[in-house]
């Protein structure tokens, strides 16, 4: 609360909306589109990013007539943090009235007919981190105890993302995400064994944002920006610096698309 009314008085009668959460390399949407920024070093509870590549600050901004807030960065497990910590700003968003959330990441792929530079619309998750973000104490003001996980990623979003990729012409994937705790990448027996599990692509972060905000009862959308081939069994070595240079790469058509979400949802 005392997050959430700091906030408020930054951005007085802006009242958002849609929340998204822009990952690796997709931050350069809330640089275009910015009337209200407040660094999460500011912000009471927040913790400051420190992953390259992520400015960390809460954006604010009307895009398509829509009141948004956006995330530019987020904090990872890999990063020595909790999942509560990370997952922090979930339950702040649900304060400031968010109903609808897009998460984004750049993923690596599993599915061995995606390719670098794929936009992949999450279907469903995998959780390979070990913990889970709403083990402890639970608030029953946020939400149950234990809450459903049928549809973490509601069909209704995931069909409306499809369309409004069909219509700008965008070939899009869709498929399971599975997230591990990193920070090192996978190796190959690791791909394979996501594969056997049913994984389209790998990823460390994501999930336990998924989690909190379908237990706060928001309705969640989540896409994956791929970031690298399916396999590394052939010797192909990976690096952050290959995750930023495809997903800069696919930004234009990823843009596009959150744009159109957007005006639709």
Known sequence: MESAKFIEERIKDFKPELAIILGSGLGE????????????SEIP????????GHKGRLVFAEIEGKKVVMMQGRNHF??????????????VLKQLGVKNIILTNAAGGVN????PGDLMII??????????????????????????????YKTK??????SCAKGLGIEIQQGVYLANSGPSYETPAEIRMA????????????????IVANYCGMNVMGISCISNAASTAGGEKLSHEEVIETTNKAKVKFKKL????IKNI
């Not at 890999?78 to 339950?91: A, D, F, N, Q, R």
């Not at 995998?126 to 973490?152: C, K, S, Y």
């Not at 959150?258 to 979400?261: F, H, K, V």
């Open 258 to 261: 959150i744009l159109e979400i």
């Open 195 to 210: 594969r056997m599990f049913g994984a389209d692509a790998v990823g460390m972060s994501t999930v336990p944002e998924a």
């Open 45 to 52: 509870g927040f913790l400051s990013s420190t992953v390259k």
């Open 112 to 115: 061995e007919n995606f390719k």
């Open 78 to 91: 890999y990063e020595g943090h909790s999942l509560k910590e990370i997952t922090y700003p979930i339950k």
């Open 123 to 152: 279907t469903d998750h995998i959780n390979f981190m070990g913990q889970n973000p709403l083990t402890g104490a639970n608030d029953e003001t946020m939400g149950e105890r234990f809450p459903d996980m049928t549809e973490v």
């Open 29 to 40: 949407l809330a640089d275009e589109y910015c009337d209200i920024a407040v660094p999460y």
């Open 157 to 162: 979003l995931v069909e409306l993302a499809k």
